[in-house]
Structures are given as structure tokens and as C-alpha cells.
């Protein structure tokens, strides 16, 4: 085998297994006849081909059965700016126990007001609550604008408060996954107005009502939100309503609500199992390698089907 | 319908073909201005595929290597022909547009 043909080998296998098994005798052939005289891949050929692995893993990866899955990103179009709202509740508990007044007070920091201290991600709720109203009017292009500047947003909350910390991204490690997942629905999709039709406007309240609930619960629950056992069961509970009533119409619904439910409760779970309150590190680690793991395990890789 | 949808199902158009004949043959459709690279193929073959568009039409082995040929389906010919008349429209109200204002029609 020549170093030109070990280097297509290790580019495709990359793909996906499925794809690997029925396609990658044939994409080899197809790179040697276009081959020329190289010695290696070409840069070109070579991002060509990672693109094309990375679409394709992320393709299968919202795909249990080998159907389209455009359904299923529409429906998280509509469904997915609400579930990321979830993660507002602990921002809201923190604005029912502080007054204006003194949110807009000076910080012990210079230069810096009291909310950026105690709300560093108000602004970015706020954010993700236009996009949740634009998605739900199916004004499917500004939503994915909000999005994307609501994802860019969270990614910047460390920065936002006086003392950076990296410790925000890692205890909302759901909302921000969950967050770049909704922008791509958002962007790519046929959007939430495709989304409704396959919701429905009962389905579409009965899961408002559940997430605004939980949110509700959160907020109003004694000391911070995640320092209480009662809420965090009940939001598990609350939200894996939400899932039996948005998802039960069929699959495409089920894995609708599940791509966007995981994430966000998973990091509540991981928050109680690790009750030690962990470096920040380690607890980034394992929300965001968790919920990968077990996103990519109950979603699923097809096997090979037969041509 | 994006650039390389477009060009694969009209490469399938007239007869089935591999996965080199059709790079080839989208390069030749537009002039060379477009080059289709293996990973962009063969993804847009993969959701064409799962789109029913296009479907496998026989395999063969040549010098060693497996080529499998692909063919455009029914939908498939349905879905390039609702294409062409879309582009059809768009290039009449363009032609129609620049030949007024070539003539003053339009200021």
C-alpha cells in the first residue's frame, strides 16, 4: 500500500462505522482514480473529507433509524428555546431574593455594578426568552441570529463578572450545549414553522406549561436554586413530563424532546451525584463528557445496513 | 436545492454512474468551475440517498476496486425537473430585466 493510500485509509476511517462498512472500498477507489501525483492527501482533499465525516457523524447522530431527521430539527426549533430557558431559573431565584436597587448599585469591584457580581447571565436570558417569542412567531432567520449571539453570549458570561471564573460554564454546561444545538435547529432546520405543524399548538403549550413550571419552582425555591434537593427532583420530574407530553406523538418527537431534555437535566443529576462540589475543571469535564457520552449512546450510531 | 445537489442529480440524469464518473462528469456540466470532492459527494450522496432521490443501481469490480453505480429515481427526476423550471423562471424575469434595461424600459 502506497503513503497515499494509508493516507485516504486513515482519513476514511473517520466516517461513521455504517458508512465505513457500505461506502469505504468505493471512496477509496474513488480517491485513487482522482489521485494524482501526490504523495499524500492534499489539503484540500484532506479538510474536504473531515467535513464530510463530521457532517455525516453529526447527521447520524440525531438519527436512530436512518430517516430524515429534518423533522426532528424543526421540532427542536420551536421546542429548544424554551428548554434552554430552564437554565434562567437559577438567575431568577438570585432576582427574587435581591432588589433592583441594589443590583444596580456599585460592586466592591471598580467599575463594575452589583449584578455583573451576583446576575452575570441576566442579559443572556433575556436573549434566549426574544428568541423563545421569535421561534414561537416562526421568524425562523432573526431567531437564529438571537441564537447564535445567545450562545456567543453564554461563552461570555465568565468575562461579564468581575472576578472571571470559568465555573459558570461548567454548572450550566446543559444550557450552553443545549444552546449551540437549538442555534444549528435555528440555522439549518425548516425551522419552527415546520415545527408547529408537526407539534401542534396543545402539544406546543402542555410543554411551555411544564418548562415554565419547573422554571417557576426553581425560582421561587428557599436559597439557591441548586442547593435544594426538593426542586432538582422536581425539575427531573417536570421536565420528564414534558418529555412523555411533547414526545409521545411520535418518534420524531420523542427524539426531539430527548436531544434537548438531556442535556439540560443530565448536569442536575451530575450536580447531586457530585454533592463535593468538585474543582471546576473536573466538574466541566464531567458535564460536558457525560453529556456527550450519553447523548451520542441513546441516540445512537445505525449499523450497517445492506445495499 | 444547493450547487452540488443540483449538479449530481443532473450527472444522474441521462445514465447511471460511479462515484468517479460522476466528479468527473460535474466538472464537465459546469465547465470546470466546479470541482466535487470525494467527502462532498459522498455526504450529499448520503442524504440523497436517505432523501430517495437516488438509489444504487449495480456494482461492479475493476482492476481490484469496487465501483458502484448510482441512478436517479422517480422523486428524484421529479425534484431536478421542479428545479429546472424554478432556475427556467429566474433566468426569463433576469433576461427580461436586463433586455429593458438595455432599452431604457426601467430607470
Redo the contacts between chains.
Sequence with gaps: MTGLETGYHRLVALYPRD?RER?G??????????ATEHARPGL??TV??????A??HL?RMVTAD???TRDVWAAVALLGPLAVLLGAAGALNELRTSSPASLLGPSLSPGAMRWQGSLPDLPVWVVWFVVAVLALFRLRRTAAVGAWLGTVGFLSVPFIAPDPSMRWLALHAGSVVAGVVVAAALTWSPGPARGWELVGAKRFTVFAGVVAATVVLFAIAPGRYHDSVLTSIGSVLLVGVAVAAGGAWSRTGYRAVLMLGLPVVLPVVLLWTLRIDPKTAVLAAGCYGLLAVVVLAVIGTPRARS? | MREPTFLILTALAARPQ???GI?RDVQEISGGRVTL???????AL??LR??GWVD?DREEVVDG????YYRLTEPGATRLAAEVERLRAHTRAAHNRLRARLTGGTA
Excluded: F, I, S
Design positions: 458508512h461506502h472500498e468505493e471512496m477509496l477507489g474513488v480517491l485513487m482514480d482522482g484540500r482533499e474536504d473529507l473531515l467535513w464530510g465525516a457532517r455525516l447527521r436512518g430517516k430524515p445495499v | 460511479h462515484g468517479y466528479q470532492r470525494a467527502g462532498t459527494l459522498y455526504a448520503d442524504r436517505e432523501d444504487v476496486r469496487l465501483r458502484r
